[in-house]
């Protein structure tokens, strides 16, 4: 007994020194958002701000058109992670529910695509998206988004689809639904948080992606937040720190939303499409 008390005591150790190294940088970076020049020139920074100011954050808005980056990084986002789900879902089905040879190979594409850089295929995707003219272009750069999130959607929808009992498929099978019957009415209710998870996977990714954008995308009205935000550097590589602070801070708010929202939903819908005996 003593030794499962310890055993469990260091887990919940452990646990507490892992948030807190995760938690540690986004605390340091809601600091600095709120610390005047002269706290931030210091050569002994403190931990909280001792003259708290919000003279960060109307600096970053008078420098930079962060409205416009965020309409634009919100556009890309939420149109990768619909279409991601609209696609991946059936797909998933597909490969979940027929275990041929090509549904094998498929899968093994998917986790082998995860392990492809961003370097390696930037040029041929240039390139095709210059034939299709689509260089320079929202719409453009959710399609990049869709194609580089779809293998781990799919990857995520197949556990998601095999942890369906077939049995109740067979059932809906036998009262007369076809295909496409079973999968929107049984099949995806059943789904939901996998579909939620990986919409969130999707936005997350497309909200927070800098590469990309940062090639794909030339004119400063159609930029993303992401690339916006270097624009805080200068031109030696200095950065105006509170401002840069501000506006990272507030870039990360609509993913803590987006998770905070759907948090409640994942849970309820795992519970929800638990199978009674």
């Known amino acids: 007994m003593r030794t499962s008390r310890r055993a469990r005591a ?33 050569l002994h920074p403190t931990w909280l701000p001792q003259d708290p100011t919000l003279d960060n954050f109307r600096q970053a808005f008078d420098e930079q058109p962060l409205l416009r980056a965020a309409s634009n990084s919100l556009v890309a ?40 850089p961003f370097v390696l295929v930037i040029i041929p995707l240039f390139l095709v ?19 580089w999130a779809l293998p781990f959607a799919l990857w995520m929808l197949v556990g998601y689809v095999r942890a369906v009992p077939a049995e109740m498929e067979e059932a809906a099978a036998v009262d007369g639904a076809g295909k496409v019957r079973t999968l929107v009415s049984i099949t995806a209710p059943l789904l939901a948080p996998g579909i939620v998870a990986t919409a969130l996977f999707a936005f997350i990714s497309a909200w927070n992606e800098f590469f990309f954008a940062l090639v794909l995308l030339k004119t400063p009205e159609k930029q993303t937040l992401p690339v916006v935000l270097t624009h805080f550097l200068g031109a030696e590589g200095v950065a105006d720190l509170g401002p840069l602070a501000a506006a990272a ?29």
């Open 10 to 42: 260091g887990q919940y150790a452990a646990l507490l020194a892992y948030l807190v190294f995760l938690a540690f940088p986004f605390l340091w970076l809601v600091s600095t958002a709120f610390k005047p020049a002269r706290e931030l020139a210091s």
């Open 129 to 147: 998206l210059k034939n299709l003219r689509l260089i320079d272009s929202v719409g453009g750069l959710v399609m990049v988004y869709v194609v």
């Open 77 to 116: 986002a939420l149109g990768a992670a619909v279409i991601a789900v609209l696609i991946a879902t059936p797909m998933a089905y597909v490969m979940a529910r027929h275990r041929t040879r090509l549904a094998k190979a498929a899968t093994g594409w998917v986790v082998v695509s995860q392990a492809f």
């Open 249 to 277: 801070f507030l870039a990360t708010i609509p993913s803590l939303v987006v998770f905070a929202l759907i948090q409640k939903r994942i849970t309820g819908g795992m519970l929800a499409g638990a199978v009674k005996s």
